[in-house]
Each structure stands twice: as structure tokens, then as C-alpha cells.
């Protein structure tokens, strides 16, 4: 009878061991204080309030898992290089660029996109449409998410601020000296109004 | 004759007599000209709803990649697709030998553009160009990595990439395939113009001088990259296609695979991530759709293309040249004689003279242009904003030029030689009147508000005079062009009233430029209808035929507003005599009129509601008129309670509308709107930076229909202009001639921060030849403003920087700093 | 892109193990804005077959300061550094350069690890599909040379035969202008040793070894930084040249300076010659002037990049003065 090699393998790094025991302490030594491992790729998040849990491939980025996955469609791909801001979206209160960001490293956040935006009633929206803040529109979207993340973390920006708060949206359209005054428009309406 | 009739002759009058002014304009104006209302995609694009072709997906739909040259001149001699067929998730390779690629489709056959030979070519004449192989795959990502396994032998050539050198007889072929006598052909009648003896003019001058300037390739970058979706549904075709004018594709398609008829294709135009001219005509957009749609019919499954951006960077502007210009001029600032010639590169587009301009706007009698078409291995170059692109530039150089020659202010030497068509302003003001328009002078007009608004007087210095306390020298500088509607086309527009709550539904194909035309219209519409806007809509994403003339922001507005509004009228006219007649639809017997008594010219409609002229309390708003759409159609009776209420019959009428006369040689429109545009800068000596700090846009539309829209293409041609003018170029590498800056970090588009305020001044002289004496607006800033940056800088620093983009490099090359 | 394995690590033990397998079959995600780029643009012939993610590490984000030093964990972000109050009015060239650093969206995903990390920027390198296989990859030569070489070094190649890439970094010249330490999972190194070119590396660090934090001595007493960058926009922009500058001042003259470089070279460059022309001089413009003169009196420009000559001088210049200011 031939002599099998058993190869234990490491749930955590893949590393692979002749005897369970040296598993083992591979395991303990390397990865203590890991829970049990879960089946790679499987990530939950929170999107636009709702619960949410996707089997991701690694190389699948949070723009993709959102846009063509599960099929908002707001957020746009404009260089996928993350030198636009076309992808926006808020995570964990921050906004960050979707395209270069990999949703099997999303596991447990919390995501805001366009949609979820609009749905809430935000003053921004109707700020935006008034104030002729888009032409072609292909960029709105991560404008209005940049907008946002800025009036959540600052409910009175100055222009200076909202200029540089929106400094990495490109507008091809050029419908830039829009955006203060529709982001000044929402801010006022939101301290009117007590909207928050 | 019935009113209906009249009407007609009159739309017909309109159209065949478009040489003059607008006969017959409302008298009162209730939205058009406007500030609000809001716009009609408005709410869709902010919330994230507005759909785009990138966003299309289909159940079972493939994606598909196409090859990219690696090479900017060579040819397939071998390729191997094996391994990249045997990839997991790749469903269809399809090849350029294939046999029905290889039966030599046109792409372009229609509408006169260049066409490919065929949807897959053997050979490649860019680096980067689409060819030889496109891989469909269950995921864009295992089609990119399919198109890696390709193994090609190719025959790499010499190339060129410079229209100067690639003119020289010795030079190598760029195109073998197709120019085989040389890389310079003659395209057409407007790219060479002769008017009068430019001997005798120069002879006539006090002062000659010649220069020369050249500008880099620079390009599009709509947000949105090429795409486009393929769906059979049985020998149907369903295309959702990212392209600026939705019927050329039609119309394309119908001559492919044998031949489709045009009523069994259905195009989807959704929304545009931007449109600036000509990109989705160029043939390596329709390729892949030919392909796309030519492996959804072997493989059964929808097929989607999309570009990588990358692949978006490969073709350019217009503009991009080697400009060498002599001009002829009097001490008093009259210009005598202009002689130039632009070595310009791959035009698919007519290439106008460079000195198209300065005879539509000036008085000038003697002048030759000449535009060289050379073939150079880059992309095609189409109008990104306008073909006039070349014109404009020109005129800015030259009037700078002499400007600064005789030291005068370049908004005197302007007005000095304003005309058209080599005759002076009495001529002008002649023309107008005989034309029915006011005698205005534009121009005047223009630069009296630009320059109050922009303080030039105190602002305008001899060139280099100027320091500021922060080190910088400052400058201003000043441009001018005729306002424009250039196209010559035809458009259409149906206009239907709905059951139930009569809302007015405008009915066209086009593509969505993002310049909010659809309020536009439905304002035109509201007017000439006597209804709220409210019930006015237009939703150009859903497919209902009816052709209108694209793209929409400026020279089309004249052709598809008179459609619209010849509709309307028609339309109008229709519901009054419906509310004045008895309509008898059955054998039992017509109704009594909703105004019975009465002749459709008793009549009126405002805010929806049809009324007695000569006592306005005898009303019937529209929807009660229209009748409900109820489970039995339009209700007509209700026979069980013996009561007969009433009925309409189906309102809907078509309009339509011919341009003509704009680059028609024999009686072409004279241009009596112009544009004039200020520009102030700082330049840091020390590194070469130029800082735009202010720009004032003055716009003579005729007349404005939409303001806010109108002020969106001033400020947004400014700021894209501005970012041409400093940043914007495509790189090659000269020893392998790639392209090396396919990207958004290193080809530079301006960012908010880029630059100071724009002040945007819009003037209504009525001189426009569209309805109502409008004209366009949206080509022209975008087109005028990148060569502002040269005349303002030369302002700064009294030295002309001939290469643009104006980069801090050029301009310390210029100070002698490098 | 292609797929490839993702490992998230949980203690630096765990990401140095994971190193140690995959060698350079493997690559450390932080941030992911420079790795990520890289891998969709296909641009080195082999592509990573194991992302390890350390951003899972626990205790790496920290900013505070102690023991007369600024610390910060490898994985503070750049809008964190940028924003905070100590960093801002106390090591001042940092938060500037760490604030000018791409665009807002970037500086809330970029780390100041991966930021001192990240790889040179050249478009021949970064040609899409590995387009050029350049010195930088093993391959035959430096296509820069004879090419378009703009934004390419003014200090010369830097391995043999050229590359006239530049590290791209705007906190690199701030740290190095502030003296900072660069602390790895097995060493402390300068931030100015830090550096180092060989075929397809830009630092010193070996195959499984990782930045953890960085620290930066509290400036004596009478010092003040600043930090300067040159690019053509004004946002979203890598650096064509960037300056960083430290100075000491005791009695109205220059007693220490420290000034630095970036974007001119492929490792941060150290303007020793301008640091020797400031020592012991009153800060006037004068003495900036010929500082900026001496920083690029060792300039060998390549064909299309002598303007960055020219912007490196004022640059420096202007940073002093910038100090002089505070």
C-alpha cells in the first residue's frame, strides 16, 4: 500500500501542512484570535439602510458588486481609475471612490449611494435639478454623493469649502459654478427647515 | 383654403424662404425666454435614475472587447485565437478573416463620412486601433484576458505622426490601404477659398506680417465611453447605442447582415454621458456594433461592446495642426489680405479653409485659405464642439496679431473690420432690412456689454506692462466670432394630445446632449399651443420614430424649433376647428361641437383652456375637451343611459423643417449675430504657470428661449476651453508612436479649482435665422475660447507662445527661460 | 482585472508570514489607489496572483503624540493626517503635503504607508498591458531616453543604463524634511534611507517586510515647515515638482535646514548644496534665491524636462520663504 500524503491546508493564508497537528499550530500561532473562518468572498454590508450579503470574487470592485450586481445603477464609471469621482458612494460616513475600492474588503460596512439619496428626500436633489447642476448628467450622481458626505460632516460650508470638497469630481460639461450654489441652496434649506 | 392649409403654405414659406427673418412670431411670450422652469431630466439624472447605455444590462447578455493595434501602421499577417477561445466564460471569437466580415460591409456609406472597409480590419493605422479579433465573454474581464491570448504576427511599418512632415512627399505611407499616392489628400470643395486678389490686397497694405502657430492633438473625453447593446428578437433588432445622432446608426444598420428594413429596427437613444460632436460618427464606433450585433445572431444571446477609456482617447479634435498665416493690414487697423494654410490631421469631417471665418464675418475682400488634409498615424479628428474649430482660431490669431502689430485694442481693430462675406456694415445693415431683420449691430452691442461688464477699459494695457504686487504679469485678451447655427438638415417633430388629461406629448428620436433641449422645445410648444408647460412633455429616451435634425444644443435648435413649432400650429389650429365642428364618426350621426355656433377663429387656447375670444367665460379646458380614455376607448356615449356627451377626434399633428443656406455656396445666410468673449490671466514668470482668474462670455442667441441652458453652454464652453487652452493634449510616444497618456490622470481636464469666475452676458438682437429670430449657442464657446488663452497671455508677457496647449514649459520657452 | 487570491491579515505576524510565501507573487493592499490602477492596467508582466489586505491589522491608524514624537500608524489616512490640529500647526509641511495629496475622495482611502510606498510614475511603465517592459521590469531599456520625457527626472537615471521614472510621493519630502523615522515590522529606518532604487523596487523594505508606522520628531524649538507643489491642475494631480522644507532659526538666522525635493528624481531628493547656502544666513530673499539656485546646480535635464529646472529653483525658494513666514 502506497503512502498518501494528506495536505492540510490553512483556512486562513492557504498554507499547507503535512500532519493536522502542524496545521494546528500554523493555526494558533499565525491566526490566533480568529473566529471560524467564513467561505471566502461571502461579505455582509448595509446599503442604503437595507441588509445586504453577496459571494464576491476578490477581484470584484465595490462599483461592480453595486452597479452591475446588484444593479444600482446611479453611481458611474467615468475613468475607473479613481482620478474622477464618478463613483462615489459614502461608506462608513466617508466618501470614497468605489472603483478602487474591493468589495470583499467591504465586509460589515455601511454604504450610501445616489439612490439611497434621493429616496431619503434630500434638499440636494431638488437644489441640484433647480440649479441646473448637470447637463449630460453622467456625473451628477457622484457629485451629489460628494455634496452630501460634505453638508453631513458641515451643515454651513463656505464656498471655499464646497469647492474643495467637490475638487475631485471632474465635470466634463463643466457645470461647475453650479455646485456651490445648488450645495448652498440644500444647506440653507436643511437649516430652515430642520431637515436633517 | 382651410386655416389648416394656410398654415401649411406658411410652414412651407418658412422653410424654403429660411433666408429671412421670422415672419410670423408669437406676440406674447409666456415660457419661452423664461429663467425657470425646471428641467425635464432634471430629477432623473440627480437621483441617480437616469439610464445610460453603460448601465444596460440584458438577462443572458455577453460582453464583448475588441483587439487594440499595438503598432500605429502595420498589418495581420497571422493570428492564433486558439488559446484565447478555449478560455473558460469566452462564448464567440469573432475574427477579420471571418467570411462575413471579410464581404466588405461599409460601415460609413451613408451620409458621406469616411466608412471602414469592413467591421474587423487586417490592418491597423493607429496604435491603439480596433482590429483583427473581437472576443465575446460572459464577463468584460475574461474577454479582456481572452484578447491577451491572441498571438498575432504582425508587419509593423514606418508611420508618421506630424501633418507637416507626413506632407513631404518622402515620407512613408500612413494609410497604404488607402491613400497610395501620399498622405495629403484634397477633400472637397470647402477646404480650399479664394476671394478676391490677395496679391492686390497685400499690395494695399501698410503692413504684412507672417507667423505661424501649431496645436497639439487634444480630444473629447465624453464621461460616457462608446457602447452599444445588440438584442434579436427573431429577424427584429433591438440596439441600445451611445451615439450623438440616433437615426445615422439606423440607417446604417438597415445595410447590414443582407439587410434589415428600417421598420423592423428599434433603436434605444437613452440618456448621453455627453455629446461634443462627431465622436459616435467615427466608423470604430459602429465596428464593434456590427460585430456585436453579427456574434448575438450566431450565439443567440444580446451582445454589449464598451470601450475601455483608453480606447476612448484615440481620436482628436479638429483643431489639431500646423497653422501658417500672412496677413495684410493698414495702420488703421483694416485688414487687406489673409493667406493661410493648416496642415491638418485626419479629418473625417469636412475641413473647412481656415479662412472661412474672417470672410463670413468681415469685411475683408481678399483672402485664401487653405486646409491640407493629411493622413498621420492617430485617430480620426472630429468637431469636438465644431468643425469650425480651425476657422475660429485662425480669426482669433489674426486679429491679435494685428491688434498687437499696431498696438490698438483689439476690440477697435473687431469693430473695424465686422461685416460679412467681404462687405461692410452698410451692406450689413442693408441685407437686414431687405431680410426683414432689425439693423442692429451685434457686435457693437456684444462688446459694449462685455466690456462693461468685464472692465476692460481699465483692465487692457500694452503687452508685458503689467506686474502685480503677487510677481505675477497680468493680461487680458479678447476674441470674437459670429454667432452660428451651421447645419444644413432636416428634422422633424409630432406632437400628440393624450386622452384623459389632454397632456401634450412631443414625439422624436434623438439623443439627449444634456443642454435640457427637450424643455426647449416643450416651451415652444406651450407657447404656440396656449398650454401650461406642465402639460407640455417630451421624453426623447422612449422610441416613437419621427427623426429630429441632432445634435441639439445650438444649430439645431433653429431647425427642429421650427418643426416643433410648425407642429404646433398645425396642431392648434386642429383643435380649434375640432371645438367648432360637429364631428360625425358613425352612420348614427355626428355630435354637436363643444362650441357650437362658433368658427375656429372665435376661438383661442391659454393655459390649457379652449375659449371664446370675445367672452373668455365660455370655456372648456383641454382635457374636458379631449374626453376620457375609458375600457371603451374614447368615450363617446353612453348609449345604456342615452346619453350622448360628446367626443373628440384624434389630435396629432407633424411638423417639419429644412435647413438650408448655411454653407450653401450659391446664396448662403449672411451672419448678423456675434459672439465676443474677455479673458484676463496672471503668469507666473518663475515656473511658466498661467492662472485664468476671469472670463466674460457675451452671446447674441437672437433670442432666448431657455436662459439657464444658454448660460450652461457659456460657462461650460469657457471652462472647457480654458482646459484646453492649458492642459489638454494627447501624447505620443515619437519613437513607437503609442499613445501615452490614455488616461484622466495624465491627460488633464480642468478640475473645479482650475479657475476664476465666468460672467455670462446674454444679448437678443433677433437676428438669429430661427424661429423667432433665434440661433445657437452651444457649439460656440467651447469652439472660441481655447484660442483666447494665447492673445491674453501675449497680453501678460508681450511674447506670442505659437505651440498649444499654453504649458508652463511653452510659456518659459518663451521668456527665454529655457 | 483577473482574478487572484485575497488573504486579509490580522496582525502584522500574520501579513509578514503571508509575504514570506508569496514573495513577489504577492502584493500588500492598503489604500489599494496605487495597487489597484496598477493591476487594471495590466502593467508589469506578471500579475499578482494574492492580494494580502492589511488594512485588517487592528492598532495601524492611530495619530498621536508622545515621548516628543508625532506617531502615526502606517495605515493613517491622509484626510486624517491632513485634518489634524497638532500635525497642522506643529509639523506643518506634512499636513500641507499629506492635504495636497490627489483629491478628497483619495485622502479618505490613501494611507501614509502606501503613500511613501507607492510605485514611480512614468507613462512608459504604466503603459497599459505591460506596453513597454522597461528596465523596471527586467526588461531591455529605459524608453524615456529617447521618448517623451517631460515629467521625467532632472537628476539623472537611476539604475544603470536609466530610468528617469519619479517617485511621485508628496508626504515623502515632508517626512524627510521633518526627519522622520520609517518603522517597519523589523527595523527602524531614516525616512531619508528609506529609499532606494533597484530594478523593481522603490525601498529598501525586503519581500516580507512592512511599514508599520512612522514617527517624526517634535521640531526643536524655533523651527517652521512648509510644503510646495507644482502640477498643472490644482487638484486630483500627481506632483510635476514638490518641495519640502524645514527650517531652525535662532536670532534672526538659519541655524538647521532641511530641504527636500520630490518628483524630480526616483527616490526623494535631498537639496543638500541649498541647505549649505541657507545655514547661517538671514532668511531674505536673496538668500532664497541662491538657495534655489544651488538646489539644481546639479540638474541634468533630460530633452523636454528642462522646465522642471526651472520650477524646482522657484519652488525651493518659495518654500523657504514660505517658513520665513511663520
Redesign the interface.
Known amino acids: 500500500m502506497s503512502k498518501e500524503t494528506k495536505n492540510y491546508v490553512c483556512p486562513y493564508c492557504g498554507e499547507s501542512h503535512d500532519t493536522q497537528d502542524g496545521l494546528k499550530s500554523h493555526v494558533f500561532k499565525s491566526h490566533k484570535g480568529r473566529g471560524l473562518p467564513t467561505a471566502e468572498g461571502r461579505i455582509k454590508l448595509m446599503i442604503n439602510k437595507a441588509e445586504h450579503s453577496f459571494l464576491v470574487e476578490p477581484s470584484w470592485t465595490l462599483y461592480y458588486l453595486i452597479h452591475d450586481i446588484l444593479g444600482l445603477t446611479g453611481s458611474k464609471q467615468f475613468c475607473d481609475r479613481g482620478a474622477c469621482s464618478s463613483c462615489t458612494m459614502i461608506v462608513d460616513g466617508k466618501p470614497v471612490l468605489s472603483c478602487m475600492m474591493l468589495a470583499i474588503e467591504c465586509d460589515g460596512k455601511t454604504v450610501e449611494t445616489v439612490e439611497g439619496i434621493a429616496a431619503d428626500g434630500h434638499p440636494l436633489i431638488e437644489a441640484y435639478v433647480n440649479n441646473h447642476a448637470m447637463q449630460c448628467g453622467y456625473c451628477t450622481p457622484g457629485f451629489v454623493v460628494a455634496s452630501k458626505a460634505l453638508l453631513d460632516r458641515n451643515q454651513d460650508p463656505t464656498e471655499e469649502e464646497i469647492v474643495e470638497a467637490l475638487a475631485g469630481n471632474l465635470c466634463r460639461c463643466s457645470t461647475y459654478p453650479q455646485h456651490p450654489i445648488a450645495v448652498r441652496e440644500a444647506a440653507e434649506k436643511m437649516k430652515a427647515g430642520g431637515v436633517k | 383654403m382651410s386655416k389648416n392649409s394656410e398654415i401649411q403654405t406658411e410652414q412651407m414659406l418658412e422653410m424654403f424662404d429660411n433666408l429671412k427673418a421670422d415672419k410670423y412670431p408669437l406676440k406674447e411670450y409666456k415660457y419661452i425666454g423664461q429663467k425657470g422652469p425646471r428641467r425635464v431630466d432634471g430629477l432623473a439624472k440627480a437621483s441617480g435614475h437616469a439610464d445610460y447605455t453603460m448601465d444596460i444590462q440584458l438577462p443572458g447578455m455577453l460582453h464583448m472587447r475588441l483587439l487594440m493595434s499595438p503598432y500605429p501602421n502595420a498589418k495581420i499577417l497571422k493570428m492564433d485565437t486558439s488559446k484565447a477561445e478555449k478560455l473558460p466564460g469566452v462564448r464567440y471569437v469573432l475574427r477579420y478573416d471571418d467570411p462575413e466580415v471579410q464581404q466588405g460591409e461599409i460601415i460609413g456609406k451613408t451620409a458621406g463620412f469616411f466608412g471602414l472597409d469592413r467591421p474587423l480590419s487586417d490592418s491597423a493605422h493607429m496604435e491603439g486601433e480596433l482590429v483583427g479579433a473581437a472576443v465575446a465573454a460572459e464577463t468584460e474581464s475574461i474577454a479582456e484576458e481572452a484578447l491577451s491570448l491572441i498571438e498575432i504576427d504582425w508587419e509593423e511599418r514606418p508611420f508618421n505622426l506630424d501633418p507637416v512632415a507626413a506632407s513631404d512627399p518622402a515620407a512613408p505611407l500612413s494609410f497604404p490601404e488607402r491613400y497610395i499616392d501620399g498622405n495629403h489628400w484634397n477633400r472637397g470643395a470647402y477646404d480650399e477659398l479664394t476671394h478676391g486678389d490677395i496679391k492686390k490686397g497685400f499690395a494695399e497694405a501698410d503692413k504684412v506680417v507672417e507667423f505661424s502657430f501649431k496645436r497639439t492633438a487634444n480630444t473629447w473625453v465624453g464621461p460616457e465611453r462608446p457602447c452599444g447593446v445588440c438584442k434579436w428578437n427573431g429577424d427584429n433588432v433591438e440596439i441600445w447605442l451611445k451615439h450623438q445622432r440616433v437615426h445615422l446608426p439606423k440607417s446604417r444598420i438597415s445595410e447590414w447582415y443582407g439587410g434589415i428594413p428600417m421598420s423592423k429596427i428599434e433603436i434605444h437613444s437613452l440618456y448621453q454621458g455627453a455629446s461634443f460632436g462627431g465622436w459616435c460618427q467615427i466608423d470604430w464606433n459602429l465596428g464593434p456594433l456590427w460585430c456585436a450585433g453579427a456574434v448575438s445572431k450566431r450565439v443567440g444571446r444580446p451582445v454589449k461592446y464598451i470601450f475601455d477609456r483608453r480606447e476612448d482617447f484615440f481620436g482628436g479634435s479638429m483643431d489639431e495642426g500646423t497653422y501658417f498665416v500672412k496677413v495684410g493690414f493698414k495702420n488703421d487697423g483694416t485688414i487687406t489680405a489673409v493667406d493661410t494654410t493648416l496642415y491638418h490631421v485626419n479629418a473625417i469631417w469636412p475641413v473647412f479653409s481656415p479662412a472661412l471665418h474672417i470672410h463670413d464675418n468681415t469685411r475683408v475682400q481678399h483672402l485664401h485659405g487653405h486646409s491640407k488634409s493629411v493622413w498621420v498615424n492617430k485617430g480620426h479628428t472630429v468637431p469636438t464642439r465644431c468643425e469650425m474649430l480651425p476657422p475660429v482660431l485662425t480669426q482669433t490669431m489674426i486679429f491679435d496679431h494685428v491688434a498687437t502689430e499696431l498696438g490698438m485694442d483689439p476690440t477697435v481693430v473687431a469693430l473695424k473690420n465686422d461685416g460679412c462675406m467681404g462687405h461692410d456694415m452698410e451692406w450689413a445693415r442693408e441685407e437686414k432690412e431687405k431680410r426683414g431683420f432689425p439693423a442692429r449691430d451685434s457686435l457693437k452691442e456684444c462688446i459694449e456689454k462685455g466690456k462693461a461688464e468685464f472692465k476692460w477699459d481699465e483692465s487692457w494695457h500694452k503687452p508685458g506692462a503689467r506686474k502685480l504686487p503677487n510677481g505675477r504679469m497680468h493680461g487680458v485678451g479678447f476674441t470674437w466670432a459670429h454667432e452660428w447655427d451651421d447645419s444644413s438638415g432636416g428634422g422633424e417633430f409630432a406632437i400628440r394630445i393624450e386622452r384623459t388629461d389632454a397632456a401634450a406629448t412631443l414625439m422624436a428620436m434623438g439623443a439627449d446632449q444634456g443642454v435640457d433641449a427637450e424643455n426647449t422645445y416643450c416651451r415652444i410648444a406651450a407657447d404656440e399651443l396656449g398650454f401650461l408647460l406642465k402639460d407640455v412633455n417630451y421624453n426623447p429616451q422612449v422610441y416613437r420614430g419621427f427623426y429630429r435634425m441632432t445634435p441639439d444644443s445650438s444649430t439645431n435648435m433653429s431647425v427642429n424649433g421650427w418643426a416643433v413649432r410648425h407642429a404646433a400650429r398645425i396642431l392648434k389650429q386642429k383643435i380649434l376647428e375640432s371645438a367648432a365642428s360637429p364631428s360625425s364618426p358613425t352612420q348614427r350621426g355626428s355630435f354637436q361641437p363643444a362650441f357650437p355656433n362658433m368658427q375656429p377663429e372665435d376661438l383661442d387656447i391659454k393655459d390649457s383652456l379652449i375659449f371664446v375670444k370675445s367672452d373668455p367665460s365660455r370655456q372648456m379646458s383641454m382635457a374636458d375637451f379631449v374626453r376620457l380614455a375609458g375600457e371603451s376607448g374614447p368615450f363617446a356615449t353612453d348609449e345604456f343611459l342615452g346619453t350622448r356627451v360628446g367626443w373628440s377626434e384624434p389630435l396629432f399633428a407633424v411638423g417639419y423643417h429644412i435647413q438650408y443656406g448655411a454653407y450653401n455656396p450659391v446664396n448662403p445666410r449672411p451672419r448678423f449675430c456675434r459672439q465676443a468673449h474677455f479673458m484676463e490671466v496672471e503668469v507666473d514668470t518663475e515656473t511658466g504657470e498661467v492662472i485664468v482668474t476671469r472670463v466674460v462670455n457675451v452671446n447674441d442667441v437672437g433670442k432666448v428661449i431657455n436662459r439657464m441652458s444658454c448660460e450652461g453652454q457659456q460657462y461650460g464652453g469657457s471652462i472647457m476651453g480654458v482646459s484646453r487652452a492649458k492642459f489638454e493634449e494627447v501624447v505620443h510616444d515619437p519613437v513607437t508612436g503609442v499613445m501615452l497618456n490614455g488616461n484622466l490622470l495624465d491627460y488633464k481636464i480642468a478640475t473645479m479649482k482650475d479657475l476664476g469666475p465666468i460672467g455670462t452676458i446674454l444679448v437678443e438682437t433677433g437676428m438669429g435665422y430661427g424661429p423667432y429670430g433665434l440661433i445657437g449657442i452651444g457649439e460656440d464657446i467651447g469652439t472660441v475660447v481655447p484660442g483666447l488663452l494665447a492673445p491674453a497671455v501675449y497680453n501678460a508677457i508681450g511674447v506670442w507662445i505659437d505651440e498649444m496647449p499654453i504649458t508652463p514649459a511653452r510659456v518659459l520657452k518663451a521668456l527665454g527661460k529655457i | 482585472?483577473?482574478?487572484?487570491?485575497?488573504?486579509?491579515a490580522?496582525?502584522v505576524?500574520?501579513a509578514v508570514?503571508?509575504m514570506g510565501?508569496y514573495g513577489e507573487r504577492a502584493a500588500v493592499?492598503a489604500g489599494?489607489?496605487d495597487i489597484?490602477?496598477k493591476m487594471?492596467?495590466?502593467i508589469l508582466p506578471a500579475y499578482p496572483e494574492a492580494?494580502i489586505?492589511i488594512?485588517t491589522i487592528d492598532g495601524l491608524s492611530e495619530i498621536k503624540e508622545s515621548g516628543g514624537m508625532l506617531k502615526m500608524g502606517a495605515l493613517a489616512l491622509l484626510?486624517d493626517i491632513a485634518d489634524n490640529a497638532v500635525i497642522k500647526s506643529k509639523y506643518a509641511a506634512l499636513a500641507q503635503a499629506a492635504g495636497r495629496t490627489?483629491?478628497?475622495?483619495?485622502r479618505?482611502?490613501g494611507t501614509i504607508g502606501g503613500n511613501i510606498c507607492q510605485d514611480i510614475r512614468c507613462?512608459?511603465y504604466r503603459?497599459?498591458?505591460n506596453?513597454?517592459s522597461c528596465l523596471r521590469k527586467k526588461g531591455g531599456r529605459c524608453?524615456a531616453i529617447?521618448?517623451?520625457n517631460?515629467y521625467h527626472s532632472i537628476f539623472g537615471g537611476s539604475v544603470s543604463g536609466g530610468c528617469f521614472a519619479v517617485h511621485p510621493s508628496d508626504t515623502a519630502p515632508a517626512l524627510v524634511a521633518l526627519d522622520a523615522k520609517i518603522v517597519t515590522s523589523s527595523r527602524t529606518i531614516d525616512a531619508e534611507k528609506f529609499f532606494e532604487v533597484k530594478p523593481v523596487k522603490t525601498t529598501v523594505l525586503k519581500a516580507d517586510e512592512i511599514v508599520t508606522g512612522i514617527q517624526v520628531p517634535e521640531p526643536p524649538a524655533g523651527s517652521s515647515s512648509a510644503f510646495l507643489k507644482?502640477a498643472?491642475?490644482?487638484?486630483?494631480?500627481?506632483p510635476i515638482v514638490n518641495c519640502a522644507v524645514m527650517l531652525t532659526r535662532k536670532d534672526g538666522k538659519v541655524t538647521a535646514a532641511r530641504i527636500c525635493l520630490n518628483a524630480v528624481h526616483v527616490i526623494p531628493y535631498r537639496a543638500i548644496k541649498a541647505e549649505q547656502v541657507i545655514i547661517g544666513r538671514v532668511l531674505d530673499e536673496a538668500a532664497a534665491e541662491e538657495a534655489g539656485a544651488a538646489a539644481v546646480a546639479e540638474a541634468k535635464p533630460l530633452e523636454?524636462?528642462?522646465?522642471m529646472?526651472?520650477?524646482a529653483r522657484?519652488?525651493v525658494k518659495r518654500a523657504i520663504l514660505a517658513c520665513a513666514e511663520k
Open positions: 482585472m483577473k482574478e487572484f487570491k485575497h488573504f486579509n490580522y496582525s505576524d500574520e508570514a503571508l510565501r493592499i489599494g489607489t489597484l490602477g487594471k492596467d495590466s492580494l489586505n488594512k484626510a490627489a483629491s478628497p475622495h483619495l479618505n482611502m507613462w512608459y503603459n497599459q498591458n506596453r513597454f524608453y529617447k521618448g517623451d517631460r507644482f498643472l491642475r490644482k487638484s486630483i494631480d500627481f523636454h524636462n528642462k522646465y529646472v526651472a520650477v522657484t519652488l
